[in-house]
């Protein structure tokens, strides 16, 4: 059964830093690709980024880019994203997305998601 | 960036009623459409690939169609567990990955 762990979510002020991680189990993490997806509270999902397998193959979308770095370690098979410079905006449950195969374009497997509030 | 637009926000309909749900995309995506189901509190779930392909698992009832611009969802005979939020997304043309703002379905 896939499993997918996500933590380090939390309350963080306006230009702070958080990093989040996702442990996963039940399939080969080194042969998937993974994104995060957020939700802002009581909105739609917005795609935030995504790695492949081997990790040297990255995008983000244009809202985090340059403020957010994705990355895994396929020996923990663990995803990380490293948020930087975080915004009101940032305001979401985070989800780690395990892609069909390596290619990404969809996604069977969810994480339950981790809760970041950036607030003063 | 291709933008999906579904409709209508919400859909109210009786359990056991037909229900069809529109997903438009703003330039051509082939096929490469997926549908995903959200309850309250929990995450996304796969429902349906490639605009048509139901994913492990899914009951019969939900069935994809369409291609090009203009996608359909719909749930056969709706049981008490199908209400529901919908979204699709398009994989034709990314980054970025972009879903549809999202059908919620309620009882009526």
């Not at chain 2, 048509?52 to 939900?62: D, L, V, Y």
């Amino acid at each position: 059964e896939v499993q997918l762990l996500e933590s380090g979510g939390g309350l963080v002020q306006p230009g702070g830093s958080l990093r989040l991680s996702c442990v996963a189990s039940g399939f080969t993490f080194s042969t998937y690709a993974l994104s995060w997806v957020r939700q802002a509270p009581g909105k739609g999902l917005e795609w935030v980024s995504i790695i492949y397998s081997a990790g040297h193959s990255t995008y983000y979308a244009d809202s985090v880019k340059g403020r957010f770095t994705i990355s895994r370690d396929n020996s923990k098979n663990t995803l990380y994203l490293q948020m930087n410079s975080l915004r009101a905006e940032d305001t979401a449950v985070y989800y780690c997305a395990k892609g069909e195969y390596d290619s990404g374009k969809y996604y069977p497997g969810w994480g339950q998601g981790t809760l970041v509030t950036v607030s003063s | 960036e291709i933008v999906m637009t579904q409709s209508p926000a919400t859909l109210s309909v009786s359990p056991g009623e037909r229900a069809t749900l529109s997903c438009r995309a703003s330039q051509s995506v082939s096929s490469n459409v997926a549908w995903y189901q959200q309850k309250p509190g929990q995450a996304p779930r796969l429902l349906i690939y490639d605009a048509s392909t139901r994913a492990t698992g899914i009951a019969a009832r939900f069935s994809g169609s369409g291609s090009g611009t203009e996608f359909t969802l719909t749930i056969s005979s709706l049981q008490s567990e199908d209400f529901a939020a919908y979204y699709c997304q398009q994989y034709s043309n990314w980054p970025p990955l972009t879903f549809g703002g999202g059908t919620k379905v309620e009882i009526k």
